[in-house]
């Protein structure tokens, strides 16, 4: 709280009372902290790969390197990678400022989730990964409907499965699960990878926040995922959580609201 305190004067200049003007700054000023926190991280995440990309293309430039068949192709991929990795990162951030700013952005309609969610899956399958992965479904066999923004819920669905491969190890199991509980939807993506400390599980879900910075950039990740994803949940009201077990698995909830059946839905 911060006070300010001023004296009012009579028409001879003397005091005769006070105002004291009392304000909750520590909201403002927390947004304001975060704010700049903000800044700081993304100069850093800009910085990181612009600075890389700087020292290979000047070892390229240098002399004839860039005419060695031996380094230049490996130093032109590297430089390639970190650009992919930038457009990544500004393509993140333009998701959390349209999040910031737009209210009313997102374009909702009834959507079968368990129908939606065994595309999502079918998709995921179909790739091939470093690892060999099976999904495993726990999908109730009727339709249950939901109000979303499809092309929002994928985005989030893809950065939590994403996830869920990224860190599993080779011969992994993921299980993605829906059921119903009362009024609300519950989705459950849980995979048997490295985990988490229990200290660090509820910060996955802050922007750029990531239990091991190295590895998240080997594998691509650009530390905002979770924090798309648990605003685009939110918008839906809905919320995000994980659970985890350090060396034995994660699992990521996500509940939303369930439509009122229309007549002649199962
Ligand atoms: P990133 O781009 O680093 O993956 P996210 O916001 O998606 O960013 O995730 C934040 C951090 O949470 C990750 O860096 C990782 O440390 C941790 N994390 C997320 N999902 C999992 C998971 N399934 N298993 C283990 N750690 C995870």
Redesign the pocket.
Known sequence: IKATFSGIYDEHERVSGFITVLNDVTEEERIEQERREFVANVSHELRTPLTTMRSYLEALTDGDTWKNPDIAPKFLGVTQNETERMIRLVNDLLQLSKLDNEENYLRKERVDFTDFFHSIIDRFEMNKYEQDLSFERQLPDKPHWVWIDKDKMTQVLY??L???I???PDGGTITCKVDVKGKMLNVT?T?Q????PSD?VD???????????A???K???????????REMIEAHDGKIW?N?KEGQ????TITLPVMHQKRGDA
Not at 193 to 196: A, E, H, L, M
Not at 203 to 213: A, L, Q, S
Not at 220 to 228: E, F, K, M, N, V
């Open positions: 950065n939590v994403s996830n869920a990224k860190y599993s993506v995979d990878g490295v985990g988490i660090q910060r996955i879900f802050d922007r750029f926040y990531r239990v091991d910075k590895r998240s950039r594998l691509g990740g650009t530390g905002l995922g979770l924090a798309i994803a994980a985890s698995g994660t699992s990521i």
